[in-house]
C-alpha cells in the first residue's frame, strides 16, 4: 500500500495539526528533514497508531490517513482508541496486514543504530533476520523450570509459622490495650472540650462579624439606590459623551445646512433631473440637422437667384416688343409651327453666314496680262534657259532644273486653280522635256524663244542666264496670284448662287412666320440677324424658365425640411425648459448652456447625496451618542440630566466603596466562619453569656489534657513495643503473597510451556521457507548499498557473514566497521520486510538510520533506496534532521525523490510555530558542567530566554534539568533542544534518563506547565499591525491605521485595545459593533485575548500547587522556588518586550 495522505490532529507532543498531502507523497521516496521538534517521530508514531493501534494507546490521538493499493483506495481515520477502516469510500475490515509483532520490521530508527557498537550486535543480526523478532530471546523467556516453584514453597511455611507465634502474642497486648481504654474516653471527652473552645471561640467571633455587619449595613442603607453602579469616572464619561453628542449634532447641522443649499441650488437651475447624454446628443443632431437644411435653403435660394438671372438675361434677348408670356404660352401646334421656323430658320441662317463668311474671304480679280501670256512668257524664258548657248552637254543641268522646278510648280498651281490649268501645265512639262532633249541633239534655240517672249507682249528681260532667271521666278509668282484669283472668281459664283437659293427657301418660310408674327405681335425674323438671336433668346428663355421652376421648388422643399428641423430641435429646448429660438447659433448656445447646466445639475445631485449621506451619518451618530448617553443615566439609576445628583454621589462614593467592601470583607469572613462550623453555627441563638461560659470550660479541660496525654504516652508506649515485636499483620500478609505466588508459578508454567512449544514451530518454519529469500534479498540490498563490492551469507549456526566480492573472504560480524553495521542492519530488515512479512506491503520508515554513516555511504545507499523503489514498487520514508544528509540521498534523480522540509511544511500551515523555535541542534557534544552552578551552565550553553507566548513544550530542557546537570547533558548530546522533544523520546527511548531522572523530570515538567498556564490566564500575545491586517480580523483598510496606533499606544495589549474601542476613542468612533465582536473573536482564537481576570501571583501558585505531579511530587519549598523563578523570568520577558 502507497502512502498519499496523513494528517496528525492529535497527537502527543503535537500542539497543532499538519498533514503530509499528495504533493509531499507523490513519488515512492520521500527524504522528510527538519530539526528536533518539528515532528519526525511523530509521523512515525502517527503511521503506526493506524496501522497497529494496539502499538500505540491512548485517547489523545486522532490520525487520518489515506493508501492506494492497485485500483483500490483505502481511508483510515482513529479517534481515541477508535479506529474506523473505509475501502473506495465504503465502511470496511482493515487490510491485510503484517501482523503487529512484525512492526519493527518496517522500521528502522536511530537507536537500533547507535546499539550497533555493543556486544550483542550478532544478537540484532539475528533479530534483523526475523525482521526484529530474537528468537533465542523469546525461548530464554519462555523456558520454565520446576526449581522456580521451591522458593516460594519455603517461604510459605515459614510464614505460617510466625504467623501462629503472632497470633498468641496478639491475645496478651489485649489486656493492657483495655487498661488505657478508660484514659482515653476521658482524652477524648478533654480533646471534645477544646474542639469546643475552638469553636466557641469561631461562634464569638462570627457574632462580632454578625452585629459589625449589621452597622455596617446600616451606614449604607443611608446611602441613595444605585451607588454599587458608579465607579467613579462618571463625571468625565458624562462630560465626554456630552461632547460626543454636541460633536455629533453639530455635524449633523452642518450637514442639513449643506444639504439645503444644495437643494436650492438645485432648484435654481430649472432642471428636474439631468438630461441624459442621449437626449443632449439628439439635441445636437437636430441642431446639426437644422444648420444641414438652413445651408441648403441658402444654396437652393442661390440657384434660384441664378435661374431667375438667367431667365431675365433669356427675355431681354428676345425680340423687342414680344413678351416672354406670350413665348412661353404658345399653343401646342403653334409652339411646333414656331420651333420648326426657328430651327429651319437658324438652320438656313447658319448656312447663310457660313457662305457669306466664305465668300467675303474669296479675293478679288485685278488688272494686269491674262494667265495665257503669263503662261507663254514663262514657258519661252524656260525653254531659253534650258537651251545651251553653244552645243555642249554641260549645259544640260541648269535646264532640267528649271524644268522640274517650273513642273512642281504648275503642278501645284493646277491643283489648287483647276484641272484645266494642271493639263496644261502637264503639257508644258512635257514640251520641255522634248525641248531639252533636242537641245542637246540641235544647235542652240534661244533666238526663237527670245522671239516668242518678245510676242506675249510683256517687257524684255537682259538676255544673260541670271536675269532670265529673276525674271522666271517674277513670272510664275505673278503666274500662280492669277491662277488663285481666276479660281477665287469661280468659287464666288458658286456661293452666290447656294445664296439665292437660301434666299428662295426663306420665302417658303413667309406663311409660317406671318402666323407666328400674328401671335407674337412681332417678326421675329424681319432680319436675317434677328432671326437667329430670336431662335436663341427662345430657347435661353425656355431653358431658363424650366431651372426657374426647379429651383423655386427645391427652395420650397428646402424650407419645408429647415422648417421641421427648427421645430424638433426647438421643441427639444422647449420640452427641457429653455426658451425657443429661431436662429442657428441661439439654438447652439441654448444647447451648451443646458449641458452646462445638466452637468452643473448633476454634480449637485452627486454632492447632495454625499450630503444626505453624511447626514444620515451625522444621524445615527446623534441617536448613538444618545443612546449611550441615555445608556449612561439609566446604568446610575438616574434621571437624565441630574448633574447635581450625579455629583453628589460621586462625591460620597468613596465612603460608601469603603463601606461596601468592609461589608463584603465581613459578610466573607462570616461565610467562611459558617461553612466551618456547619450546623454548629446554629449555637448563635445561646447567646454570648452562654458562649463566654462555655469558652471558660474548655480552658479548663485543656490543662486535663496535658495530664491525660502523658499517661496515655506512657500505655501507648508498652502497647507499641509488643506489637513492634508481634508483627502479625505482615506474616499474614506473607502468607497471601506467598500463596500468590505459587498460583503465578502455576500459570507462568502452563503459559512457558505451551508458548515454548509454538516459538519452536514458528521458528522452525521460517528457517526453512522464508530465511533463504530474506538472505538472498539481503545479499542483494547490501550489493546495492556497498556498489558490488559486498553481500550476505548465511551460516548454518543461524548467524550471518558479510562477504567480500573482492577477496572472497567472509567477515565475521565484529570484523565490521559501524557504517558496515548499519548497511547490513538496514539490508536485512528491509530484505524480511520484503520476504517473511505476509499481507499489504506497507511503508517502509527510517528515522535518522544513517546518522553514524560517511557521507559515501550515505550517497550508495540513497542509490539503492531509489533502485528499490523503482524495481520493487515499494514506499520508502527517510526521516533525518541533518540537511546535508538530502542532497547526499537525493543525488542527481531530483525528479524521482520527494523532499519535504517538515518545520517550513509546519509554519505554513499552523501560522505559529516559527523557525528560531526549531532549533537546530549543535553538531558538538554539550561541555561538562563540573561543578558550575546552573546559571553559569545555562549561561555557557547560551540558553535562549523565555518566550512567555510560545508552547511551553518549546522550552529549552535547562528550564526543566537546572538542578540535575549531568542529565542535562546527556539529554543535549542526545540533540534534544525542548521539553516536548524530550517527552517525545523518552517514550521511545526512556533509558536516556535513568528512573529517577525520568521521574523528576516529568514533575519538574508539571511545574513549568502549570506555571505557563496560570501566568496565561487573562494574559494573550502581543498585538500589532499584522494581526490586525489578517483577513478574518474583521479590521477594514479604513481602520487598520487608526487601530495600529491604538495598539502602539497601548503596547500590543488586546484587552485595553478592545476598551479604546467601547470608550469610543475617536481613532475608532465609527468601528462597528459587530466588526468589534468579530475582532474579539478572532483575538480570543489566536491567543492575543483572554478575558479572564489575570491571576495574581498567589492565586497561580495554588494552581501549581494543587497539580497532578504523578510518581514524585518535590518539596513544596522546592516547588516555591522554582515557581517564583519561572514566574520571574516570564514577567522579564514581558518587560523586555514592553507588552
Given at each position: 500500500m502507497k502512502l498519499t495522505r496523513l494528517r496528525i490532529a492529535r497527537l502527543p507532543g503535537i500542539d497543532a495539526p499538519f498533514e503530509l498531502g499528495p504533493r509531499e507523497l507523490a513519488?515512492?521516496?520521500?527524504?522528510?528533514?527538519?530539526?528536533?521538534?518539528?515532528?519526525?517521530?511523530?509521523?512515525?508514531?502517527?503511521?503506526?497508531?493506524?496501522?497497529?493501534?494496539?502499538?500505540?494507546?491512548?485517547?489523545?490521538?486522532?490520525?487520518?490517513?489515506?493508501?492506494?493499493?492497485?485500483?483500490?483506495?483505502?481511508?483510515?481515520?482513529?479517534?481515541?482508541?477508535?479506529?474506523?477502516?473505509?475501502?473506495?469510500?465504503?465502511?470496511?475490515?482493515?487490510?491485510?496486514?503484517?501482523?503487529?509483532?512484525?512492526?519493527?520490521?518496517?522500521?528502522?530508527?536511530?537507536?537500533?543504530?547507535?546499539?550497533?557498537?555493543?556486544?550483542?550486535?550478532?544478537?540484532?543480526?539475528?533479530?534483523?533476520?526475523?525482521?526484529?523478532?530474537?528468537?533465542?530471546?523469546?525461548?530464554?523467556?519462555?523456558k520454565w523450570s520446576p526449581q522456580a516453584a521451591a522458593a516460594p514453597e519455603s517461604r510459605l511455611r515459614n510464614a505460617r509459622n510466625r504467623l501462629r507465634e503472632a497470633e498468641e502474642e496478639l491475645a496478651k497486648l489485649d489486656e493492657q490495650a483495655r487498661e488505657s481504654s478508660s484514659l482515653e474516653g476521658e482524652l477524648a471527652h478533654c480533646k471534645a472540650l477544646q474542639a469546643d473552645a475552638r469553636v466557641v471561640d469561631e461562634l464569638l467571633e462570627l457574632l462580632d462579624l454578625e452585629e459589625e455587619l449589621l452597622r455596617v449595613r446600616a451606614r449604607l442603607e443611608a446611602y441613595p439606590d444605585g451607588m454599587e453602579l458608579l465607579q467613579g469616572n462618571e463625571a468625565a464619561r458624562r462630560s465626554k459623551l456630552e461632547g460626543e453628542l454636541q460633536a455629533a449634532q453639530g455635524d449633523l447641522r452642518s450637514a442639513a445646512d449643506e444639504v439645503q443649499a444644495l437643494s436650492k441650488h438645485i432648484a435654481a437651475f430649472g432642471l428636474d433631473t439631468p438630461i441624459p447624454e442621449s437626449e443632449l446628443a439628439t439635441l445636437d443632431e437636430r441642431i446639426q440637422v437644422w444648420a444641414e437644411?438652413?445651408?441648403?435653403?441658402?444654396?437652393?435660394?442661390?440657384e434660384l437667384e441664378q435661374a431667375e438671372a438667367r431667365f431675365g438675361d433669356a427675355a431681354r434677348r428676345c425680340p423687342p416688343g414680344s413678351k416672354p408670356e406670350a413665348l412661353l404660352a404658345l399653343e401646342p401646334p403653334q409652339a411646333a409651327k414656331l420651333d420648326r421656323l426657328v430651327r429651319d430658320a437658324g438652320r438656313v441662317e447658319a448656312e447663310r453666314i457660313?457662305?457669306?463668311?466664305?465668300?467675303?474671304?474669296?479675293?478679288?480679280?485685278?488688272?494686269?496680262?491674262?494667265?495665257?501670256?503669263?503662261?507663254?512668257?514663262?514657258?519661252?524664258?524656260?525653254?531659253?534657259?534650258?537651251?545651251?548657248?553653244?552645243?555642249?552637254?554641260?549645259?544640260?543641268?541648269?535646264?532640267?532644273?528649271?524644268?522640274?522646278?517650273?513642273?512642281?510648280?504648275?503642278?501645284?498651281?493646277?491643283?489648287?486653280?483647276?484641272?484645266?490649268?494642271?493639263?496644261?501645265?502637264?503639257?508644258?512639262?512635257v514640251l520641255g522635256l522634248f525641248h531639252a532633249r533636242g537641245v542637246r541633239a540641235a544647235p542652240s534655240s534661244r533666238p526663237t524663244f527670245e522671239r516668242q517672249f518678245a510676242n506675249s507682249g510683256l517687257p524684255v528681260p537682259e538676255w544673260t542666264p541670271a536675269a532670265v532667271q529673276q525674271r522666271l521666278s517674277e513670272l510664275e509668282s505673278q503666274s500662280a496670284e492669277v491662277r488663285v484669283l481666276e479660281s477665287a472668281d469661280v468659287r464666288r459664283g458658286e456661293l452666290e448662287r447656294k445664296l439665292a437659293d437660301l434666299v428662295e427657301e426663306l420665302?417658303?418660310?413667309?406663311?409660317?412666320?406671318?402666323?407666328?408674327?400674328?401671335?407674337?405681335?412681332?417678326?421675329?425674323?424681319?432680319?436675317?440677324?434677328?432671326?437667329?438671336?430670336?431662335?436663341?433668346?427662345?430657347?435661353?428663355?425656355?431653358?431658363?424658365?424650366?431651372?426657374?421652376?426647379?429651383?423655386?421648388?427645391?427652395?420650397?422643399?428646402?424650407?419645408?425640411?429647415?422648417?421641421?428641423?427648427?421645430?424638433?430641435?426647438?421643441?427639444?429646448?422647449?420640452?427641457?425648459?429653455?426658451?425657443?429660438?429661431?436662429?442657428?447659433?441661439?439654438?447652439?448656445?441654448?444647447?451648451?448652456?443646458?449641458?452646462?447646466?445638466?452637468?452643473?445639475?448633476?454634480?449637485?445631485?452627486?454632492?447632495?447625496?454625499?450630503?444626505?449621506?453624511?447626514?444620515?451619518?451625522?444621524?445615527?451618530?446623534?441617536?448613538?451618542?444618545?443612546?449611550?448617553?441615555?445608556?449612561?443615566?439609566?446604568?446610575?439609576?438616574?434621571?437624565?440630566?441630574?448633574?447635581?445628583?450625579?455629583?453628589?454621589?460621586?462625591?460620597?462614593?468613596?465612603?460608601?466603596?469603603?463601606?461596601?467592601?468592609k461589608e463584603q470583607q465581613d459578610r466573607l469572613a462570616k461565610t467562611r466562619l459558617e461553612q466551618r462550623l456547619g450546623e454548629r453555627a446554629q449555637e448563635l441563638r445561646q447567646g454570648r453569656g452562654i458562649l463566654e461560659q462555655q469558652k471558660r470550660e474548655a480552658g479548663a479541660a485543656a490543662d486535663r489534657t496535658e495530664k491525660l496525654i502523658g499517661e496515655l504516652k506512657t500505655v501507648e508506649e508498652r502497647l507499641r513495643s509488643a506489637r513492634e515485636a508481634l508483627h502479625r499483620e505482615s506474616a499474614a500478609a506473607e502468607v497471601a503473597s506467598c500463596r500468590a505466588a505459587l498460583g503465578e508459578q502455576l500459570s507462568t508454567a502452563h503459559r512457558q510451556r505451551i508458548g515454548g512449544m509454538l516459538l519452536e514451530e514458528v521458528k522452525a518454519e521460517y528457517e526453512q521457507r522464508s530465511q533463504p529469500a530474506v538472505l538472498q534479498r539481503a545479499s542483494r540490498n547490501l550489493e546495492r548499498f556497498t556498489h558490488g563490492r559486498r553481500g550476505v551469507r548465511g551460516e548454518r549456526s543461524g548467524g550471518v557473514r558479510v562477504l567480500d566480492h573482492a577477496s572472497g573472504r567472509g567477515l565475521a560480524l565484529d570484523e565490521l566497521s559501524t557504517g558496515t553495521r548499519a548497511q547490513l542492519l538496514l539490508a536485512l530488515r528491509q530484505a524480511f520486510a520484503a520476504e517473511a512479512a505476509h499481507g499489504e506491503r506497507v511503508p517502509f520508515v527510517l528515522d535518522d538510520a544513517l546518522a553514524t554513516s560517511d557521507p559515501d555511504?550515505?550517497?550508495?545507499?540513497?542509490?539503492?533506496?531509489?533502485?528499490?523503489?523503482?524495481?520493487?514498487?515499494?514506499?520508502?520514508?527517510?526521516?533525518?534532521?541533518?540537511?546535508?544528509?538530502?542532497?547526499?540521498?537525493?543525488?542527481?534523480?531530483?525528479?524521482?525523490?520527494?523532499?519535504?522540509?517538515?518545520?517550513?511544511?509546519?509554519?505554513?500551515?499552523?501560522?505559529?510555530?516559527?523557525?528560531?523555535?526549531?532549533?537546530?541542534?549543535?553538531?558538538?557534544?554539550?561541555?561538562?558542567?563540573?561543578?558550575?552552578?546552573?546559571?553559569?551552565?545555562?549561561?555557557?550553553?547560551?540558553?535562549?530566554?523565555?518566550?512567555?507566548?510560545?508552547?511551553?513544550?518549546?522550552?529549552?530542557?535547562?528550564?526543566?534539568l537546572r538542578d540535575d546537570r549531568h542529565a542535562l547533558k546527556r539529554v543535549l548530546d542526545a540533540r534534544i533542544a525542548s521539553v516536548g522533544g524530550l517527552e517525545t523520546l523518552l517514550e521511545r527511548r526512556p533509558d536516556l534518563l535513568d528512573s529517577e531522572a525520568r521521574t523528576r523530570f516529568r514533575a519538574w515538567s508539571v511545574v513549568a506547565r502549570a506555571t505557563f498556564a496560570a501566568w496565561r490566564v487573562g494574559r494573550g500575545a502581543p498585538v500589532d499591525r499584522g494581526v490586525l491586517a489578517h483577513p478574518d480580523s474583521g479590521v477594514t483598510e479604513q481602520f487598520l491605521d487608526k487601530l495600529t496606533e491604538i495598539t502602539r499606544d497601548v503596547r500590543g495589549d488586546a484587552r485595553e485595545l478592545l476598551k479604546r474601542i467601547d470608550d469610543k476613542d475617536t481613532r475608532a468612533s465609527r468601528f462597528r459593533a459587530t466588526s468589534r465582536q468579530t475582532l474579539e473573536q478572532f483575538l480570543e482564537a489566536g491567543g492575543h485575548y483572554d478575558p479572564r481576570t489575570v491571576l495574581d501571583r498567589e492565586e497561580a501558585w495554588m494552581r501549581v500547587l494543587t497539580s497532578d505531579f504523578g510518581e514524585w511530587r518535590p518539596a513544596t519549598a522546592d516547588l516555591r522556588a522554582r515557581f517564583e523563578w519561572l514566574w520571574s523570568l516570564l514577567e522579564d520577558c514581558v518587560s523586555s518586550r514592553g507588552v
Open positions: 513519488r515512492a521516496l520521500h527524504v522528510v528533514h527538519g530539526p528536533n521538534e518539528s515532528g519526525k517521530s511523530s509521523l512515525v508514531r502517527a503511521l503506526r497508531a493506524v496501522l497497529w493501534p494496539e502499538l500505540l494507546r491512548g485517547e489523545q490521538i486522532e490520525v487520518e490517513a489515506r493508501f492506494v493499493a492497485g485500483a483500490t483506495e483505502w481511508f483510515v481515520r482513529r479517534d481515541g482508541s477508535r479506529v474506523a477502516w473505509q475501502r473506495d469510500g465504503a465502511p470496511s475490515q482493515p487490510p491485510d496486514l503484517p501482523p503487529a509483532e512484525l512492526a519493527s520490521s518496517f522500521l528502522v530508527t536511530i537507536e537500533d543504530v547507535t546499539r550497533l557498537d555493543g556486544d550483542d550486535f550478532a544478537a540484532r543480526i539475528r533479530s534483523a533476520l526475523a525482521g526484529g523478532v530474537d528468537f533465542e530471546e523469546l525461548a530464554k523467556r519462555w437644411r438652413e445651408k441648403e435653403l441658402d444654396s437652393a435660394r442661390r457660313a457662305l457669306r463668311s466664305e465668300l467675303d474671304r474669296l479675293p478679288r480679280s485685278k488688272a494686269g496680262p491674262t494667265l495665257e501670256r503669263l503662261m507663254q512668257a514663262t514657258v519661252a524664258l524656260r525653254a531659253w534657259l534650258r537651251e545651251p548657248e553653244h552645243q555642249d552637254r554641260a549645259g544640260t543641268g541648269p535646264t532640267w532644273v528649271i524644268v522640274a522646278a517650273a513642273s512642281l510648280g504648275f503642278v501645284l498651281a493646277g491643283v489648287l486653280s483647276s484641272p484645266y490649268y494642271f493639263a496644261g501645265a502637264v503639257v508644258v512639262i420665302r417658303s418660310f413667309e406663311s409660317i412666320r406671318d402666323e407666328v408674327r400674328a401671335a407674337l405681335g412681332v417678326d421675329a425674323l424681319a432680319t436675317d440677324f434677328e432671326l437667329h438671336g430670336f431662335a436663341a433668346a427662345v430657347t435661353a428663355l425656355r431653358s431658363a424658365h424650366g431651372d426657374v421652376r426647379s429651383a423655386a421648388a427645391a427652395v420650397q422643399r428646402q424650407e419645408n425640411e429647415r422648417t421641421k428641423a427648427m421645430e424638433a430641435a426647438s421643441s427639444a429646448l422647449v420640452r427641457w425648459r429653455a426658451s425657443r429660438v429661431e436662429r442657428i447659433p441661439e439654438a447652439r448656445g441654448a444647447s451648451r448652456e443646458l449641458r452646462t447646466r445638466s452637468s452643473k445639475l448633476a454634480e449637485s445631485l452627486q454632492a447632495r447625496d454625499r450630503a444626505r449621506t453624511d447626514e444620515q451619518r451625522a444621524q445615527e451618530d446623534v441617536d448613538g451618542a444618545l443612546a449611550e448617553l441615555r445608556r449612561f443615566w439609566k446604568g446610575i439609576v438616574l434621571e437624565h440630566g441630574a448633574d447635581a445628583e450625579l455629583n453628589t454621589r460621586l462625591g460620597r462614593l468613596p465612603e460608601w466603596k469603603q463601606l461596601k467592601a555511504r550515505i550517497r550508495a545507499v540513497g542509490d539503492a533506496l531509489r533502485a528499490i523503489t523503482r524495481e520493487d514498487g515499494w514506499q520508502v520514508l527517510y526521516l533525518t534532521t541533518d540537511a546535508a544528509d538530502v542532497g547526499m540521498l537525493v543525488g542527481d534523480d531530483r525528479e524521482g525523490v520527494d523532499v519535504v522540509d517538515l518545520a517550513e511544511l509546519r509554519v505554513l500551515e499552523r501560522g505559529t510555530l516559527a523557525r528560531d523555535r526549531l532549533v537546530e541542534p549543535a553538531s558538538t557534544p554539550a561541555p561538562e558542567p563540573g561543578d558550575m552552578s546552573a546559571e553559569a551552565y545555562g549561561e555557557l550553553l547560551g540558553v535562549q530566554a523565555i518566550d512567555a507566548f510560545a508552547p511551553a513544550s518549546a522550552l529549552h530542557p535547562f528550564y526543566v
